[in-house]
């Protein structure tokens, strides 16, 4: 399978500690966004790459909240010092190129998080 | 802020036509409409999007109105594997990154009966 992975699936931690996710997006595709979804809403944008560049950043990203795309391949998003507000579901998505008629975004799996 | 307001829940009975709405009174002349499911415990699975022409593809079909302020998504054929969340999204203009952003509504539930 070829689409975009994210590990891990789950991740349960305490409060206070710091927590990373890995996207890996389809290989051809250059631009790469994280989302967050709590339950019973639909995904909120949270950042998005092109390549390595982190061009654009929701204001629901907070100063604990850090994403990266080193080399323009796969992504991490790291929470520091977890809160139990942070419990959502991670999402990654990747998509190709810049034509203005065919702009789908393909998603991962996601991560769920729960902090106690 | 949502751009898309669709029912809350449906059902449809297997083998039948889903037909979903979603209005979108608000969009911009060059925005497009694009449809997603989300199945449980899974990431957001595309469908199928369109900007103003009635648009078809294997596992669906997008019925946009002239004025373009609401559309339909049907599937002719529900299977019980079509139970999912369906997202109506609009892609909002270009931000100033360049990017195309999804902003995602509530959903519409779809409980396909046997």
């Known amino acids: 399978d070829t689409g975009v992975s994210q590990d891990p699936r789950h991740k349960i931690t305490k409060r206070g500690q710091n927590v990373t996710f890995r996207c890996d997006p389809i290989?051809?595709?250059?631009?790469l966004y994280w989302y967050r979804q709590t339950l019973g809403q639909g995904p909120e944008f949270l950042t998005y790459f092109q390549n390595e560049a982190q061009l654009e950043k929701s204001r629901l990203l907070s100063d604990r909240f850090s994403a990266e795309r080193p080399k323009g391949s796969f992504s991490t998003l790291e929470i520091q010092r977890t809160e139990q507000g942070d419990s959502a579901m991670y999402l990654c998505?990747?998509?190709?190129?810049?034509?203005?008629?065919?702009?789908?975004?393909?998603f991962g799996p996601g991560t769920r998080l729960t902090v106690t | 802020d949502a751009k898309t307001t669709q029912p809350p829940s449906m059902d449809c009975a297997e083998g039948r036509a889903a037909n979903l709405p979603c209005n979108h009174s608000t969009i911009s002349g060059n925005e497009y409409v694009y449809w997603y499911r989300q199945i449980h415990s899974q990431g957001p699975q595309y469908i199928i999007h369109?900007?103003?022409n009635n648009e078809t593809n294997e596992m669906a079909s997008l019925i946009i109105t002239e004025d373009r302020k609401s559309s339909t998504l049907i599937l002719p054929h529900a299977t019980l594997r079509d139970t999912a969340v369906y997202y109506c999204?609009?892609?909002?203009?270009?931000?100033?990154?360049?990017?195309?952003?999804?902003?995602f509504g509530t959903g519409t539930r779809l409980k396909v009966l046997a």
């Open positions: 290989s051809e595709h250059n631009r």
């Open positions: 998505a990747s998509s190709l190129g810049e034509r203005a008629d065919s702009y789908e975004q393909y």
């Open positions: 999204i609009v892609r909002v203009r270009p931000s100033t990154s360049g990017t195309y952003k999804y902003i």
């Open positions: 369109g900007l103003k």
